[in-house]
């Protein structure tokens, strides 16, 4: 018997809680097992209905989203949240990441990449929408001159646009751990992507990677 990924959504306003409600339904293996339209009690309700998922809003009444994350980390329950909010400044986004959050997505495109953020957290990775990502990987990279600024995606690449952010830092001398702090993301998910990519263009070093990113035009030679 598979097992639901049980899910709570804290937002203050019960339309969105109604609309997620019902786009999350559709999704078989999604259970919504709580709701919460302030902060004040997320803990306790997650705890209880032992969540696996919370997707919260920063802009909660009576406690926000930053002070519910740092009861989370203080308590140390293994829920795992993807922050939903109306902004995208990146010292929000590196402040909620640093407190443990898993997701982040604008209200923008929630309804279109909640169901993948979703999935894609729960196996224990990171996920921004790609407003979020494009803003993260734009903001350091703009000064670099190294960098293709066309930052084309190669036809028919078999690498995801993650794993072409990877590569393309990897390329350009960056180690895990700067990658890391640059795309928000942890160590871990940073050698995981490492590993996948040398897989799938079937290379044993960093050599092989930088080939493939000049090749591309992902960088300058």
């Known amino acids: 018997m598979t097992h639901k990924i049980r899910i709570h959504l804290a937002d203050d306003h019960l339309v969105l809680i109604d609309g997620l409600t019902n ?8 259970e919504i097992v709580g709701s919460s339209s302030n902060g004040l009690n997320i803990f306790d309700e997650v705890t209880a209905n032992n969540t696996h998922i919370l997707v919260l809003d920063l ?19 293994p829920c795992k949240v993807i922050i939903l ?32 953020a979703i999935e894609v957290v729960n196996q224990g990775e990171e996920y921004f929408c790609n407003s ?6 734009n903001t350091f990279t703009e000064n670099n001159p190294k ?23 990897i390329s350009l001398e960056y180690t895990g751990k700067e990658i890391s702090e640059q795309l928000f993301i942890s160590t871990n998910t940073v050698e995981t992507h490492r590993k ?22 992902l960088i300058k030679s």
Do not use: H, W
Not at 86 to 107: F, H, Q, W
């Open 132 to 137: 979020v990502r494009e803003k993260i990987f």
């Open 59 to 77: 802009s909660m009444p009576e406690k926000d989203g930053i002070e519910v994350l740092k009861e989370f980390q203080q308590k140390g329950y």
């Open 196 to 217: 996948n990519i040398m897989k799938k263009l079937q290379t044993k070093n960093t050599i092989g990677l930088v080939k493939y990113a000049i090749k591309n035009n």
């Open 23 to 30: 786009l999350l339904s559709t999704v078989s293996e999604f």
């Open 147 to 169: 960098l293709n600024k066309k930052n084309i995606v190669p036809e028919n690449s078999i690498l995801s646009c993650r794993e072409l952010e990877i590569i393309t830092l």
């Open 85 to 116: 909010s109306s902004y995208d400044d990146l010292k929000i986004i590196r402040e909620v990441m640093n407190l443990g959050a898993s997701g982040y997505l604008t209200k923008k495109c929630a309804g279109e990449n909640i169901i993948e």
